[in-house]
T-cell receptor, first 111, second 113 residues
Framework: GQQLNQSPQSMFIQEGEDVSMNCTSSSIFNTWLWYKQEPGEGPVLLIALYKAGELTSNGRLTAQFGITRKDSFLNISASIPSDVGIYFCAGQLIGNNDMRFGAGTRLTVKP | DAGVIQSPRHEVTEMGQEVTLRCKPISGHDYLFWYRQTMMRGLELLIYFNNNVPIDDSGMPEDRFSAKMPNASFSTLKIQPSEPRDSAVYFC???????????FGSGTRLTVV
């Protein structure tokens, strides 16, 4: 019901390739956030989305808030080795403002 | 700004011992969150405070866990007595508003042997 389904669980790509990951749910969210976590550190906010349909970029990263308010995707263009880490989506439920986190996408970039 | 500061970074303790984790949120942030991260369960919200008042502690696993926020710049998460299944990384996060992105600390890696 209120779970976030994040996919893929892991990705192994070559440097220079583009990356796409997404989160879906059967629930409606009023905020979508994307975080990156590196080993030994806490998640760091990459992009925040507040409106359905919103498309936001942060350097090589682009994220969109789905029109239905039930999904979001994150794209990384021209990946580099320092993109390695775990990427989490997080959504804030409409109504009670509870924040839910996806299980994460583990990204490995081969030089 | 130094960000959210957690201490200690690592804690190894014996089963049955009391463990206290500490957090200093970003100055001016009204919300403080305690999360636990494990491979099996991912990031779980344990408790959050608004203006130093606990709002939702439904994620606290059991009575062995307690959290306090005596003032706007300090919070503790205590486990007493600790058990091996409490081993995890515990994160503190703060935010200006409930709907804004959270700033996480670097976490405390707890190992209970």
């Amino acid at each position: 019901g209120q779970q976030l389904n994040q996919s893929p669980q892991s990705m192994f790509i070559q440097e220079g390739e583009d990356v796409s990951m997404n989160c879906t749910s059967s629930s409606i969210f009023n905020t979508w956030l994307w975080y990156k976590q590196e080993p030994g550190e806490g998640p760091v906010l990459l992009i925040a989305l507040y409106k359905a349909g919103e498309l936001t970029s942060n350097g090589r990263l682009t994220a969109q808030f789905g029109i239905t308010r039930k999904d979001s995707f994150l794209n990384i263009s021209a990946s580099i080795p320092s993109d390695v880490g775990i990427y989490f989506c997080a959504g804030q439920l409409i109504g009670n403002n509870d924040m839910r986190f996806g299980a994460g996408t583990r990204l490995t970039v081969k030089p | 700004d130094a960000g959210v500061i957690q201490s200690p970074r690592h804690e190894v303790t014996e089963m049955g011992q009391e463990v206290t984790l500490r957090c200093k949120p970003i100055s001016g942030h009204d919300y403080l969150f305690w999360y636990r991260q494990t491979m099996m369960r991912g990031l779980e919200l344990l408790i959050y405070f608004n203006n130093n008042v606990p709002i939702d502690d439904s994620g606290m696993p059991e009575d062995r866990f307690s959290a306090k926020m005596p003032n706007a710049s300090f919070s503790t998460l205590k486990i007493q007595p600790s058990e091996p299944r409490d081993s995890a990384v515990y994160f503190c996060a703060s935010s200006l508003r409930r709907s804004f992105g959270y700033t996480f600390g670097s976490g405390t890696r707890l190992t209970v042997v």
